[in-house]
């Protein structure tokens, strides 16, 4: 999982490569994208929002269940993305975007997904298999920017040269036996962690979550900014001391977000540290975005892996996610949930 971690800026450049290749059509100047896809593929949508939102015209909106919004039409494209290609979530939205009249790509390393892709001439971007699906995130989101190349003003090509060998030089000392993120998951210890972020990169504290969960097996939290300042700090501000120790605030922040939110995440921390709640700053990368999003996912992997060897924990297996999958989605034998057992309109 260490190894397949470091690699990710790697295996993102051959994703955006390959991407690039079957990038989906784009036909209008504000195009409408949506993305499906649950757990550590959905993810890397989520992250590319990121920067489609802050960056061109297009909307993309991301899908994490059965159904796709009533808006989509013939006008829209929907990205499918399930590593297994065998989700059952993913598997329905590709029925709903179909019967919608969308076009249609899957990303995905084969399974279900990519036999009915194929059979049905839609698009397939194939990953290499026999992954953890979490532990493709380089290929999944170097495939879905490659992919989403289009809704750019302009190619993100020369960016990923020119950002590459900048997280490479910072990946390396990430690796090193007291680099940043065994330092964060010593400061973690046994508190549960909330990861905090600003809007343009709650992806990132999503995903933080997500792989403190699947590798630590542990639980974790995470919230918006400035968002939950009119709510959680209410939260934080009547916690009483002894329990305020049983926490960790890890804020993720890029200097050229909001200085407004700077402010207020200053006073955030001050509160916080009154009540006893142990507070970390991570300073992602400056000035470009897609630089301070991959970063902070190697970072954030290597965390979440750091915390599992402190529990003595195999970061590996997931065994409750695929218990769940033999249960229900052996249902239709396809992998695919069936609609009268969820009452889910698609
Ligand atoms: C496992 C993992 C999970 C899966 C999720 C969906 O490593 O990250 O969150 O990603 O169960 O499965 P796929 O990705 O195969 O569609």
């Known amino acids: ?107 995905t390393s084969g399974g279900t997904l990519a036999e009915r892709a194929e059979a049905d001439g839609v698009p397939v971007l194939r990953v290499p298999p026999g992954l953890p699906p979490r532990a493709a995130i380089g290929h999944l989101l ?4 490659g992919l989403l190349d289009p809704l750019f003003p302009e190619s993100n090509e020369g960016r990923v040269a020119a950002v590459s060998p900048r997280i490479d030089r910072r990946v390396r000392r990430f690796s090193a036996p007291d680099g940043a993120p065994a330092q964060l998951a010593r400061s973690i210890g046994e508190r549960l962690p909330f990861f905090y972020a600003e809007s343009a990169f709650l992806p990132l504290a999503r995903r933080w979550k997500h792989q403190v969960e699947e590798n630590a097996k542990r639980l974790a939290a995470f919230d918006e900014l400035p968002e939950l300042l009119h709510n959680a700090l209410v939260g934080w501000d009547a916690t009483p001391k002894n329990v305020a120790r049983r926490f960790a605030v890890v804020v993720l922040e890029w200097a ?29 990368a400056p000035e470009d975005r897609l630089e301070a999003l991959l970063e902070g996912v190697v970072l954030g ?46």
Do not use: C, Q
């Open 256 to 284: 050229e977000g909001d200085p407004s939110v700077r402010t207020s995440v200053r006073y955030l921390e001050r509160l916080l540290r009154g009540r006893g709640v142990r507070t970390l700053k991570v300073d992602l």
């Open 142 to 145: 170097g495939g879905t920017l």
């Open 301 to 346: 992997d290597l965390t979440s892996l750091h915390l599992a060897r402190r529990r003595k924990v195999d970061p590996l297996p997931v065994d409750a996610i695929t218990r769940l999958k033999a249960a229900v989605g052996h249902a239709t034998g396809s992998g695919s949930f069936p609609a009268t057992a969820t009452g889910v309109a698609d």
């Open 1 to 107: 999982m260490r190894a397949l971690a470091l690699e990710t800026p790697t295996t993102f450049r051959d994703g955006f490569r390959h991407g690039l290749e079957l990038s989906v059509p784009v036909r209008t100047a504000a195009p409408r994208v949506y993305a499906a896809g649950m757990g550590g593929s959905g993810i890397a949508a989520d992250l590319v929002r990121a920067l489609v939102v802050a960056e061109t015209a297009a909307e993309l909106t991301v899908v994490r269940g059965f159904a796709l919004p009533r808006a989509v039409g013939p006008r829209d494209h929907v990205l499918l993305t399930s590593y297994s290609g065998n989700t059952w979530e993913t598997l329905r939205a590709y029925d709903a975007a179909g019967r919608a009249g969308a076009t249609r790509t899957a990303l």
